[in-house]
């Protein structure tokens, strides 16, 4: 079903082009609040996105995936590059987008946020949380607003005629149903959704990740997923993309990906996942050292440090993310087409 | 599509009520739940509703003059309180003896010994001296009085005097429950500027950082570094004595609350500062909402409760201001009747040794603040019901 979606989403074309974008926070020192430093969250990434798939973003805590989706949604601004988003109707840069062409642009992407517990104000009712955007952009009152929000609720898997309710009253998967609900109230093309379930319990997780999934179907969105957890990627993404301090490192096929990673980087994640056979656990691929401080991120690829397979050329020269081979796969590592990585199965003792 | 996972089983009426309970309900709830606090808002409301009624509630004018002669001057009259044992053994109804004015001829000490041979009865609502309540209902009768007779002014009236008179031969008791008006509603009116004070600066400073929260916290921490006494000594001295006592309440209220803004807004600040990196702020930019929504739907409502929590708790300091001031002679004169204008009577070690009575304004002072902090500590409490 997967790569039928893929295929699909191939003859669709790109829904967003990014290039060159970065994001660097100023480290401020000292009374003067001088700057003595950069944080290179996002450091000069390009990719594009199909329409209609979902792409899924991965990397440890710290690795920028977060802010990658801060930017496309302007929650941050950009140090540099652009983000091309081609709309049904239109077409935005949101690097750079001014005011009013934001506005529209933002009906037209929308975020699921983290955690539900934070992201929907505890003095509001429901039907006033889903349907503030309603409110601010369509201007929608009364029962016309009622009436969308009790569909919006529908949709989503909640009780309609609870939307007098707070927040505090409804349990974790619930909140976040109420979270994709305000998400989806302006109709989008394009879902950010930032870790949406790692707030959850287990248990609610498939839940919240098969509703995202139906949805995508039934409306035929666009869904970036950032998550942490390569079991959710494997779930839910038609491509995946692998990030490290602020670089994409692998961005293919999750299938191809999953079957034979081309990057290190990506082979010690895969060897990390947790299997529920415990007689044949993965042969642990044991990092060296630390995730290096974003702030002085190393020379060359910026992996070298705890890269087993490491040669002298990687400590000099940074490789940039391209296709390996006639793939369609991308790597940014020197090695990608002579290393010989072993895959999710091949992990398995 | 997937059905709600929600807690179908708990769908009776009550647990139903506090899903849908709004977040005042909830702080209501809470609150009850704070005996001390329940005791404090008790007193607070008694109070101000004596200030509303003071001349109903009190017996007597409180600018009243009972002096009549050198000899039966009513000066410095001692605290007494309505007898219920008569003379004859019996018990009867709150009764009074009426006072005979004696000076000691060594000691030239006057005293007040009673007539035990008469006594009158203590009556509710008897007629006394007539007054305009709110300042247009004519009326004479007040809650409590000595039942003799004889009209209001009359020099031979009897009277009852709860807390002793003063050295010009006014009630103190009706003075103070007077007194109540000025100095507990000193410390709502400066509150309530303060209040829209911090919550302007504040809300600015906090949202748009940068070079006007720069300013503003300059302009904070100027203010909070100048040390109060001496400020408020050259601000008083700038109102004129020629004054009427409307216009001085006015100008030392102003004079307080310009002074006591700058700790609100930083807490406003503070709050405002994290608030609007919560990820419901965040959504609702994302959302396309004007600024000045995220700021009075999102942000202002999200430090209401906090914000009425800390000026309950500020009220005490407003109150105490004002009597500090006054009792320093910087504040209100008479004849403006406030606690810190009746202690200003007790400066003296003369009064304080011959006329204790003197001080029974700071019991009502006292009382107040613990209530308004009791009050305020179980508002703090009750502020954030989704914290617990």
């Known amino acids: 079903m997967a790569d039928a979606a893929a295929a699909g989403a191939m003859e669709r074309g790109n829904i967003i082009e990014v290039r060159g974008l970065s994001k660097h926070f100023p480290i401020k020192r000292g009374i003067l609040k001088h700057t003595v430093g950069w944080v290179r969250a996002v450091d000069d990434v390009s990719f594009d996105v199909r329409r209609g798939e979902t792409l899924g973003l991965v990397g440890e805590s710290g690795s920028g995936k977060t802010t990658v989706l801060r930017l496309l949604a302007r929650a941050l601004e950009p140090t540099d590059g652009a983000i091309r988003f081609r709309l049904a109707d239109s ?9 009013e062409v934001l506005r529209a642009a933002r009906r037209r992407i929308r975020v699921v946020f983290q ?22 952009n369509d201007k929608l009152k009364g029962e016309a607003l009622d009436a ?50 790692s707030a959850l319990d287990v248990s609610v997780q498939a839940q919240i990740l098969n509703l995202l ?19 959710v990627i494997r779930h839910m993404s038609d491509r995946v993309a692998v990030m490290y301090l602020g670089h994409f490192v692998e961005l293919g096929d999750r299938q191809q990906i999953f079957d034979k990673p081309l990057h290190p980087y990506t082979e010690a994640l895969f060897s990390g996942i947790p299997q529920p056979n415990p007689h044949r656990p993965l042969k642990r691929i044991v990092l060296e050292g630390d995730i290096p401080d974003v702030a002085q991120v190393p020379t060359g690829c910026p992996f070298h440090t705890r890269c087993p397979y490491k040669q002298d050329r990687c400590e000099s020269e940074p490789p940039l993310l391209a296709e390996v081979g006639n793939t369609g796969r991308q790597a940014a590592c020197h090695f990608a087409a002579e290393l010989d990585l072993k895959g999710e199965q091949e992990l398995l003792s | 599509m997937a059905t709600a996972s929600g807690p179908v089983l708990f769908q009776e009426e009550r647990v139903q009520s506090t899903y849908d309970a709004s977040q005042w309900r909830l702080m209501r709830i809470s609150f009850a739940r704070h005996k001390l606090a329940v005791v404090g808002a008790v007193v607070v409301v008694l109070g101000y509703f004596i200030a509303l009624f003071a001349e109903f509630v009190a017996p007597y004018d409180p600018g009243a003059i009972t002096f009549v002669s ?9 605290p007494k309180l309505p007898r219920i044992v008569h003379p004859d053994g019996g018990l009867r109804w709150f009764f009074v003896h009426p006072l ?108 748009f950082s940068g070079p006007l929260d720069n300013a503003i916290q300059r302009l904070i921490e100027v203010l909070t570094s100048v040390p109060t006494l001496p400020l408020w000594m050259v601000l008083s001295i700038s109102i004129p004595q020629s004054w009427p006592v409307i216009r001085v309440f006015f100008a030392i209220t102003i004079i307080l609350s310009l002074l006591s803004w700058p700790g609100l807004a930083r807490q406003v600040r503070g709050k405002v500062l ?13 959302d396309n909402a004007p600024t000045s929504r995220i700021m009075f739907i999102h942000l202002i409502p999200g430090l209401m409760s906090h914000l009425i929590a800390s000026l309950t708790l500020a009220i005490p300091g407003t109150i105490l201001g004002e009597t500090s001031l006054s009792f320093l002679g910087l504040g209100l004169h008479e004849p403006a009747i406030s606690w810190g204008v009746l202690l200003q009577d007790a400066q003296q070690l003369r009064t304080i040794l011959f006329a204790p009575w003197l001080m029974i304004p700071v019991i009502p002072v006292i009382l107040f603040i613990l209530a308004f902090n009791f009050v305020g500590d179980g508002l703090r409490d009750a502020a954030d019901p989704y914290k617990s």
């Open chain 1, 91 to 99: 077409e935005v840069d949101m690097a750079v987008a001014e005011k």
């Open chain 1, 115 to 136: 955690d539900p517990e934070s992201s929907l104000n505890p003095r509001m009712t429901v039907r006033r949380i889903i349907g503030e955007p309603l409110v601010v």
């Open chain 1, 148 to 197: 969308r929000v009790k569909s919006l609720m529908a949709l989503v898997g909640l009780q309609p005629e609870q939307l007098n309710r707070y927040p505090y009253a409804f349990s974790g998967g619930q909140r976040q149903r109420i979270g994709v609900a305000r998400a989806l109230a302006l109709d989008p093309e394009v879902l950010l959704a930032d870790e949406p379930t």
């Open chain 1, 213 to 231: 999934l139906e949805l995508q179907r039934e409306l035929g969105l666009t869904v970036i997923f950032v998550t942490h957890d390569l079991s």
């Open chain 2, 70 to 78: 050198p000899a039966r001057s009513n000066q410095l009259i001692p």
């Open chain 2, 100 to 207: 005979v004015e004696m000076r000691d001829q060594e000691t030239l000490m006057v005293t007040y010994p009673e007539d035990t041979s008469v006594s009158y009865p203590i009556r509710l609502f008897v007629r006394g001296a007539p007054y305009k309540l709110f300042g247009f209902i004519r009326s004479d009768i007040h809650l409590w009085g000595v039942a003799d007779g004889r009209a209001y002014d009359d020099p031979e009236k009897v009277r009852l005097h709860l807390f002793g008179t003063d050295q010009k031969s006014r009630d103190v008791f009706s003075r103070i429950l007077h007194g109540t008006r000025i100095s507990l509603s000193i410390g709502l009116l400066g509150v309530a500027m303060q209040f829209v004070l911090a919550i302007v600066f504040g809300t600015i400073s906090g949202y």
């Open chain 2, 274 to 286: 994290s608030l609007r990196e919560t990820e419901y702020v965040v959504s609702a930019r994302l």
